[in-house]
């Protein structure tokens, strides 16, 4: 059982599986086998909502994962289990109760409707090829679970209304996750609030950026950015509150950060540099954590030098986010000397 803390998920309990301080979840072993999980820690476990992102580094295998939720009895419970069915395991329900059986039978994927409900991601990831990323997500609140892949609603299953807890089993060492939990807000707020960035009713402030302006809250700003509410409790006139332009970026990145105030969502093909940037600025922790990884998942020669500059920049300022994130892109390029010449090659 190997457990290393990170901000973004911290680990309830794992078997067989290493979260990394860049927040990757991934085996401990290198051998196929579902033997590998991990569950996650939550603040709410009657609300939560759960983000993935899962890479694939080899496109010599069929890329699968298990994504669920499970209580705290069936958690601990897993180790004696892994020590019966070395090869993995998973629960069965049968006739309102359920009994554990190998990982390996066709049967194992089958719902549990009383300590643990799981969907196996399989056939939405066929089209997922070496080093890409596939997106899921879970919803857990009032006894209904339901699972997403990208945007997409793709199942929804009824539970007993319990608490549970997040979790996911891996089975290939090549494949690896990086998890997120809504921890700030819970599902039906943020349900709320996506209706009202989607609605745009009765909006009180506007953001300019590029010619372009984006209406939003002020509450919901203030409430997210520490430096919004800052700005807004200082006595300004009427006309200045309600309007804040940006000059340091695009309007697209802009337009992310709004996004991600109101849904905690962004984009995969918005840009995780300028929103690095913004994130620092306007001290929205989560976001500029998540993009992090982002930056580490996503260097490459194109925009190694740009990127680097940008946390570089904030890690040489104090800011313990980017001198980790700093320290993280530092090892990789030492591992890899032709993306570091290409860095040299490109500040000289």
């Known amino acids: 059982q190997a457990c290393v803390p990170c901000n973004i998920c911290p680990m309830l309990r794992g078997w067989n599986a290493t979260l990394t301080s860049d927040g990757v979840l991934q085996k401990a072993r290198q051998h196929p086998g579902w033997d590998c999980g991990a569950a996650f820690e939550v603040v709410d476990p009657a609300c939560f909502r759960v983000t993935l992102r899962l890479r694939v580094h080899s496109d010599s295998i069929h890329p699968m994962m298990v994504l669920g939720v499970a209580t705290a009895q069936g958690i601990m419970e897993v180790p004696s289990k892994l020590k019966k069915y070395p090869d993995g395991f998973s629960p069965l329900h049968q006739e309102g109760s359920f009994k554990w059986i190998s990982a390996t039978s066709s049967d194992s994927w089958k719902v549990c409707t ?47 209304p319990k608490n549970y807890y997040p979790f996911v089993l891996l089975c290939y060492p090549e494949v690896s996750v990086v998890v997120k939990i809504c921890r700030k807000r819970k599902c039906g707020s943020l349900e709320l609030t996506t209706k009202m960035l989607n609605d745009r009713l009765f909006t009180d402030s506007k953001i300019l950026c ?54 905690q969502e962004v984009a995969n093909e918005a840009d995780p540099a300028q929103l690095f940037e913004l994130a620092q600025k306007y001290e929205l922790q989560d976001l500029a954590t998540e993009m992090g990884h982002r930056i580490l998942e996503g260097l490459c020669k194109e925009n190694l030098e740009a990127w680097s500059r940008v946390v570089h920049r904030h890690a040489k300022a104090g800011d313990p986010e980017a001198q980790r994130l700093w320290d993280a892109i530092y090892g990789r390029l030492s591992k890899d000397p032709a993306m570091l010449r290409s860095l040299v090659e490109g500040i000289l």
């Open 114 to 160: 009383e300590d643990f409900v799981r969907a196996r991601v399989d056939d939405d990831l066929r089209d997922i090829g070496k080093n890409h990323e596939g997106r899921f997500a879970l919803e857990y609140s009032g006894g209904r679970v339901a699972f997403f892949s990208a945007d997409e609603q793709i199942a929804l299953q009824q539970v007993p």
């Open 210 to 263: 590029g010619g372009r302006e984006f209406a939003a809250h002020r509450a919901v700003l203030a409430a997210a950015s520490p430096v919004f509410e800052r700005m807004w409790s200082t006595a300004m006139s009427e006309s200045e509150k309600s309007a804040l332009e940006i000059k340091d970026c695009t309007p697209e990145a802009v337009e992310a950060m709004v996004r991600y105030i109101y849904t």
